[in-house]
């Protein structure tokens, strides 16, 4: 069932709870059939991976391990170059393991490739990346994904563990949020 309407009143869905479902559901499909026979270590990226990650899991019957790292950028100013402090890290160790990080959106790389660095360098046996969305034409460093839920315009997206303020990580649907004025609605 959908959220509260007057919870809602300035978004538009983009994404709807069902597409996302079904789209997660072959996720964890195929990441099954790609790990059958080991024993995958999902991280999630916090706060906007978690949902995408909670729902892919029970899509995977094998015996995976999780763990979470949280991140932020150093502000504006120092956002194009990539530098991003890690403000929680990960409780175990990830050497010699098969290690998918999970993430909610792929935008401008520059978090996901910072990661990607910084883990590799901590000796994984394998490193993917999973990211339920994509807006390609935001890319400022070129990151392979190893799966991808759906590529979306350039739009600023909440729902479904993203966040704007804080607000709208619970919404079941992935919306564009309609500024007040703004003819987006039309
Ligand atoms: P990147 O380093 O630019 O790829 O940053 C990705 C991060 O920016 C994501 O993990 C989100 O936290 C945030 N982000 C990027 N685009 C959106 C959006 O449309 N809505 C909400 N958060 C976003
Ligand atoms: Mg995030």
């Known amino acids: 069932m959908s959220t509260s309407v007057a919870f809602r009143t300035n978004l538009e869905v983009l994404l ?5 479902q079904k789209r997660v559901r072959e996720m964890g499909e195929q990441i099954t059939r790609e790990f059958v026979g080991r024993s995958p270590h999902l991280i999630a990226i916090l706060k906007g991976g978690c ?3 909670s729902d892919l899991i029970r899509h995977i019957p094998l015996p995976l391990s999780l763990d ?3 991140v932020s950028s150093y502000g504006a100013s120092t956002k194009s170059s990539g530098v991003v402090r890690i403000t929680k890290d990960l409780d175990h160790s990830i050497e010699g393991r098969d290690v998918i ?6 935008d401008t790389g520059l978090t996901l490739s910072f990661l990607q660095e910084n883990l590799l360098n901590r000796r994984p046996a394998s490193l993917r990346i999973a990211a339920l969305l994509n807006k390609p034409s935001r890319r400022i460093k070129e ?5 991808i839920g759906f590529n979306i315009p350039d739009r600023f997206v909440v729902g479904y563990g ?3 303020g804080e607000k709208y990580r619970n919404l079941a649907d992935i919306c564009v949020v309609i500024e007040p004025g703004s003819n987006d609605g039309s």
């Open 162 to 164: 993203l966040d704007v």
């Open 51 to 53: 949902v995408f990650l």
């Open 16 to 20: 709807s709870e069902e597409a996302i």
């Open 101 to 106: 990080l999970v993430e909610d959106i792929l």
């Open 143 to 147: 990151v392979h994904a190893n799966y």
């Open 68 to 70: 979470f790292l949280a």
